[in-house]
């Protein structure tokens, strides 16, 4: 297995061809952080991608698809996220949640 690191981006070839690791930050801005609702919200929005999704705070890393994981995380109001993802549909699952997580998870 080749891995090419560009920025924030990684490319693995693996046997089954190109996979690709994609991670963003985003600050978490919502009042009450990352509390029950917009976990659920975040794996709601995870579940629709087929690529492995992890969120990492303070060197923890969780599955993005596991809402006790993510709660477990204690990601309150000003808290910085990193969220990553491993496939064929890796970009397209990092820009979501990270614009959920931009967009306050809908609730202000």
Do not use: C, Y
Request: hydrophobic share 45%.
């Amino acid at each position: 297995m080749n891995i090419f690191i560009l920025s924030s981006k990684a490319k693995i070839f693996g046997r089954k061809g190109l996979l690709q690791v994609i991670q963003k930050e985003v600050d978490i801005t919502n009042k009450v952080g990352l509390h029950a609702r917009p976990a659920s919200l975040l794996v709601e929005a995870a579940h629709k991608f087929r690529s492995r999704i992890w969120i990492e705070k303070d060197g923890q890393v969780v599955n993005g698809k596991n809402i006790t994981s993510l709660l477990l995380l204690a990601a309150g109001k000003g808290s910085r996220i990193k969220i990553r993802a491993k496939g064929r549909d890796a970009a397209e699952a990092v820009d979501a949640l990270v614009q959920l997580v931009k967009d306050k998870f809908g609730e202000e």
